[in-house]
């Protein structure tokens, strides 16, 4: 899926591994495009909020009546920013459930796979490594314990929930994750296993940035 000017590094993991932040920097770093796949799911989650998930035709026509758009950081629907409400922790446990939807996944996997193929991207979210992207120049699966991840987005969150129901919803939505019939999340065969749990976001995008370059130089 990609080719010698054309790279792509797919980073995937548990909710709360440090997916955004650490793809993001390391976009930057070497001057890729930043695609965030949760933030694509998150967008549909909130154009359905409101829809009977079991209605596969209330689905589609909301489905087909919504458009995303990611740029950088910020998330668009129908040409709102809906960054902060795509970030809040209801909407990320509703985009779990949404996620389940197999409409929903084809919908996304295709219009992922279309940005990826246009330019060198850092694509992140759960079953970037397995589904979307499962010949990437570079495939990374961040991990860290439930405590660690939720104790960071805590912190991120100006602690306004309690780290006890930051934790619990974490490892509810490790369990979805996991659990689900369509594009689990699973560590495949070829992957690098990166645990950042005593790694400093900083040293994580160095050694992801380090890694793809000896890729780059074997290709």
Request: charged share 25%; net charge positive.
């Amino acid at each position: 899926m990609h080719n010698s000017l054309v790279y792509q590094i797919a980073i995937d993991g548990p909710a709360g591994s440090g997916k955004s932040c650490i793809a993001k920097l390391v976009a930057k770093k070497l001057g890729f495009q930043f695609i965030n796949t949760g933030g694509m799911f998150r967008c549909y989650a909130i154009a359905l909020k409101n829809t009977n998930l079991s209605d596969e035709q209330a689905v589609k026509k909301v489905l087909d009546n919504s458009n995303v758009k990611l740029q950088d950081t910020f998330l668009f629907l129908n040409n709102k920013d809906v960054t902060e409400l795509a970030n809040s922790n209801e909407i990320g446990i509703f985009a779990s459930k949404v996620a389940l939807l197999k409409s929903v996944r084809d919908r996304c996997l295709v219009e992922q796979r279309n940005i990826a193929s246009k330019q060198s991207s850092v694509m992140e979210g759960r079953d970037t490594t397995s589904v979307v992207l499962p010949n990437a120049t570079l495939r990374i699966f961040l991990t860290a314990s439930p405590e660690v991840r939720a104790k960071r987005r805590w912190l991120q969150s100006g602690q306004i929930e309690s780290l006890e129901k930051i934790t619990q919803d974490l490892k509810e939505r490790d369990y979805q994750d996991t659990n689900r019939k369509i594009a689990p999340l699973i560590f495949t065969e070829g992957c690098i296993k990166v645990d950042t749990d005593n790694l400093t976001i900083e040293q994580t995008v160095d050694l992801i940035v380090d890694l793809f370059k000896k890729e780059v130089i074997n290709v």
